[in-house]
């Protein structure tokens, strides 16, 4: 069944090639219609509903070709608060705003509890009691994704049901910056990056990527912000980027940088050689 404001949508399968036609039974809110003769190529139906808290049973009835009935699909809704609506997650000013108003519409939800766990089970933020149906957190820089999960409960502390949220990301998170490319005197290559906080990745890739060719050129599993690799000589029109993996986080990838240029055997040469110029 597919929900939208105002409308409810039967959806079923339809591609047995024995079936006649198909037959809609709808129960909403205790009064019953009958849609028939619908063609066998026909795989959905809608419903005007306006009333927001609805108890609604579909039948789907297949017609045979010897013109027997039998039941196609069936599904039963009783009420909104059982859609699996998750609380609505935004930020701004770097706050963690939540709605769940859309959710608990049809019964007595009276408080709400607030949980806040890490990947790995801490639990950073709670909150119980809450009288409204949206909450604003100030969210601390962390190193790992979290779970956010909404309790409802009742005045006699009837607990209704509970919604989550999974994988919200540190809010202060921007990507990293481009690495910076330089060729060293021995010929190197000479990779800098920077990190936007100090979350330590578990593992940092560098990645040298052209039309055809993607190589990961190096890896290293402590935190570092340079390395130095022997200087791609079939790359002459590059990306270059640098890969963040961190435990309980997706991994990060930076802005690329352009390498571009042919490898210089002799870096100093070649510097003199422009000082010379300049100088001339």
């Not at 910056?177 to 290559?189: A, F, V, W, Y």
Request: proline share 6%.
């Amino acid at each position: 069944m597919v929900i939208q404001p105002g409308l409810l949508t039967a959806v079923w399968p339809a591609n047995e090639p024995t079936v006649r036609g198909y037959a809609l039974r709808w129960t909403v809110n205790g009064f019953t219609e009958t849609k028939k003769d619908l063609p066998p190529s026909q795989r959905n139906y809608s419903l005007i509903n306006i009333d927001p808290c609805t108890n609604v049973s579909i039948e789907v009835l297949k017609t045979e070709k010897d013109l027997s009935e039998k039941l196609h699909a069936q599904i039963h809704l009783n009420d909104t608060d059982n859609l699996m609506l998750q609380p609505v997650v935004t930020y701004l000013d770097n706050k963690l705003f939540l709605d769940w108003s859309d959710i608990w519409r049809c019964t007595k939800a009276t408080t709400f509890n607030l949980t806040m766990k890490t990947q790995s089970g801490h639990v950073v933020y709670e909150e119980h009691d809450i009288r409204n149906t949206f909450q604003s957190i100030t969210y601390r820089p962390d190193c790992e994704q979290t779970e956010v999960c909404i309790t409802a409960g009742t005045v006699s502390r009837q607990i209704l049901g509970m919604r989550c949220v999974a994988d919200i990301r540190p809010f202060r998170r921007d990507k990293p910056s481009k690495p910076r490319l330089e060729q060293k005197e021995n010929g190197d290559l000479s990779i800098e990056f920077t990190w936007s906080d100090s979350c330590s990745p578990s593992l940092v890739s560098v990645i040298i990527r052209s039309k055809t060719h993607s190589e990961v050129v190096r890896s290293s599993r402590s935190k570092t912000d340079s390395v130095n690799i022997p200087y791609p000589k079939w790359c002459s029109n590059c990306l270059v980027y640098v890969v963040a993996s961190y435990p309980h986080l997706q991994d990060e990838i930076s802005e690329p940088e352009i390498l571009m240029g042919k490898w210089i055997p002799d870096i100093t040469a070649y510097k003199n050689l422009l000082v010379m110029k300049e100088l001339t």
